[in-house]
């Protein structure tokens, strides 16, 4: 594991004067342990939306946003005055006239604009939510706060995707990515925080602006995040336990249930939502799992709960949909009933059974407990003539099986970092022709197509949410997948410094809003 950085010790409060002053002018530093994060990279403030997957949710540190969710996953904004749609493709947005970046430059609608515009022009991995913008129709007012964002179509989630961080224009166009001076202070942050200190493969320092332009209706509570990553969960939990951590992200379901149960003095485990459900997905390039009575008969062999808590532990969340109970338009649908019998009975009107398998092939990858909950569903799948291969895999190898026809039957689905908008058409899509995974995930059912592409262009919340209540209903009646739990992250903070950290999911933690103890 790696040590804290060196400095003040966790949850520090210095002042210089007595009494209510001091307390008033204390300084309060909070130490985050990180076992989540790649410890290999770093936060780079050149693509922050790029960098979560090293620094979750601290890209909201440096830089606002038009809007963020709260941690009630509420749609909140600091920037947009006003906002309305013209008609489908066409959103009009006004910004504040008194939003500063931290060299003193206005922001304006090009900042705006440009923010996202430079994911897409980079081909970066964050830019799946960019592309659908008309970035060449869209305008800024002359007087640069009025933005006119033009899509190049419906796009449903809308407003909930526009949370890219706002980078100054100007500075960006005058340094290449590759520019040393993005890993300094020097870069102007549109945020209440500086990023003042970064050491590859160890850790982060944010430091609070006294300059930040909203500080009279927004100021964060620590002075001070420092960020520490490490390759081992369990070392992080023993820095915890010493004192020297204020906050665990990535905790091991050991030292999360030893958290829980209350055995570590001065510790609240947290369980943060991925906004996801773990899934077995069954190919519809095989021809015998193209059978609705196979997957029926899949779908009732697995006992849910028992694979949901035999694999997760007190993790465990046996799921009740296609999609998450925590996302949008989540409607819980009637639990698959573990029937054995009716499933070997439905196997056998399919031409299978005990004396005749069905032989498949399922390629996993080693992490998040794919593989045993895989040899778990193999067991319950062995009692009624489904056979299959177990083949544990890197993640690359893994991935190259899902683009080759045949390459693998079955495989588990999850969104890879959570789903941070809570939008169901970021579970939905993969699903279909725009999809990724071609040969493995999606759906060739056209009727189920239509529709998932239905609820991705409409802007209309409450068709949309007619429209998922439908696809919901489709995917268990269908059997589209086996739904087996709710994913979460684990994590724990120390309750003498840390009254509650606000999260939707574990790569949306705003750590901006950690509120200190008393």
């Known amino acids: 594991g790696n040590a804290p950085a060196e400095g003040k010790t966790a949850g520090t409060t210095e002042a210089g004067n007595s009494g209510d002053a001091a307390e008033e002018d204390a300084y309060h530093v909070i130490r985050i342990g990180d076992a989540d994060g790649d410890p290999t990279g770093s936060y780079d403030t050149s693509s922050p939306s790029g960098s979560v997957q090293y620094a979750p949710g601290l890209d909201r540190l440096c830089f606002d946003s038009l809007f963020y969710f709260d941690g009630n996953d509420e749609l909140q904004t600091r920037i947009v005055e006003e906002y309305h749609y013209e008609d489908d493709t066409t959103l009009v947005l006004k910004i504040r006239d008194d939003i500063y970046f931290s060299d003193g430059t206005q922001l304006d609608g090009w900042d705006v604009l440009y923010s996202a515009q430079r994911y897409v022009d980079n081909g970066h991995t964050s830019m799946t939510y960019y592309v659908c ?98 390759t081992d969960a369990t070392a992080m939990f023993i820095d915890f336990e010493s004192g020297n951590l204020d906050i665990c992200l990535g905790l091991n379901t050991t030292d999360y249930d030893m958290a829980a149960s209350g055995a570590v003095e001065n510790c609240e485990a947290v369980l943060i939502p991925g906004n996801d459900v773990l899934q077995l997905i069954m190919s519809d390039d095989n021809e015998a799992l193209l059978d609705i009575r196979v997957r029926e008969a899949i779908c009732h062999a697995i006992d849910i709960q028992s694979t949901a808590i035999g694999a997760f532990g007190s993790l465990g969340d046996p799921a009740t949909s296609s999609l998450s109970k925590t996302c949008r338009y989540y409607v819980e649908q009637e639990p698959y009933t573990y029937d054995p019998e009716l499933a070997l009975q439905l196997m056998e009107e399919a031409g299978y059974g005990l004396d005749n398998p069905l032989n498949l092939k399922f390629v996993t990858t080693n992490g998040d407990l794919q593989p045993e909950t895989a040899e778990i569903v193999q067991a319950y799948l062995s009692k009624i003539g489904i056979n299959f291969t177990l083949d544990v895999e890197e993640l690359n190898t893994m991935l190259a099986s899902y683009f080759e026809v045949g390459g693998t039957d079955f495989s588990w689905f999850k969104i890879t970092g959570a789903n941070i908008t809570r939008d169901p058409k970021q579970i939905y899509t993969v699903f279909t022709d725009a999809g990724i995974f071609q040969q493995i995930v999606r759906q060739s059912d056209p009727d189920l197509q239509a529709l998932i592409v239905k609820g991705e262009n409409t802007v209309d919340d409450a068709e949309r949410a007619e429209i998922y209540k439908e696809i919901q209903a489709y995917f268990h009646d269908n059997y589209i997948t086996c739904p087996i739990t709710e994913i979460y992250y684990k994590a724990c903070f120390n309750t003498e410094t840390v009254k509650n950290i606000h999260y939707i999911s574990t790569v949306n933690t705003d750590f901006a809003n950690i509120e200190l103890a008393d």
Request: aromatic share 18%; glycine share 4%.
């Open 133 to 230: 913008y008309d970035f060449e129709n869209s305008t800024v007012s002359d007087d640069g706060l009025t933005i006119t964002l033009k899509y190049l179509y419906p796009v449903g989630p809308g407003i909930y995707w526009l949370t890219w961080p706002i980078q100054s224009k100007d500075f960006c166009e005058e340094h290449d990515p590759t520019d040393p001076i993005w890993m300094t202070s020097e870069v102007p942050h549109s945020g209440p925080y500086d990023m003042t200190e970064c050491t590859l493969y160890s850790s982060i320092k944010y430091e609070k602006r006294d300059d930040y332009w909203n500080s009279a209706n927004y100021d964060p509570e620590p002075d001070e995040i420092i960020v520490n990553y490490y």
